[in-house]
């Protein structure tokens, strides 16, 4: 079996020279992986919803706050779905949501940065890094990362032989940029 949470991201509010952007989502994904029986498996969670403030020239007033439903969990097997989100695993009669706010970011070259994050999953907090690139193009915002987390961390499923304890998350949201204000 297999199972995940993940992250976030991202309904972009996006200052630049003088102008406020209000984002249009392109498209947003949150999938992940997972050995089971030495096979990597992996699925989705939609139901993204999101608060961001990221200005790359004022990290310090950037926020970043999202979280997926857990009951939209998708590995292409019903069964398998059904048992993720049974008291076992995600225990979504109880925990339906996880969510993710940012504490602070770090640039660290061109469009990538590093973000230091509070996940909470199952009830469970921990403090994590997730490292990210902020792309800014003409049209649109893209946020796109890759983490690790263990699954264990957060009580999700039990040790096992036959199912890894490490999860590996995958985010990407894009945004269209459109204009609104002058300021």
Known sequence: MKKLFV?????????AGGLYAQPQAIHSAVTFEIKNLGIITGGSIGGLQAKVHFV???LNASTIEASVDVNTLNTDNS?????LRSEDFFDVAHFSKISLKSVNFKHKSGSNYTGTFILTMKGRSKQIEIPFAFLDKESAVEFKGTFKINRLDFG???KSMI??????????CGEKKQEL???
């Not at 992250?7 to 200052?15: D, E, G, P, Q």
């Not at 199912?163 to 990407?172: F, M, W």
């Open 7 to 15: 992250f976030t991201a991202i309904v972009l509010t996006h200052c």
């Open 56 to 58: 790359p020239a004022d």
């Open 79 to 83: 069964s398998r779905d059904e048992h």
């Open 156 to 158: 999700v499923g039990s």
């Open 163 to 172: 199912l890894s304890d490490d999860v590996t998350i995958t985010i990407d």
């Open 181 to 183: 204000t002058r300021i």
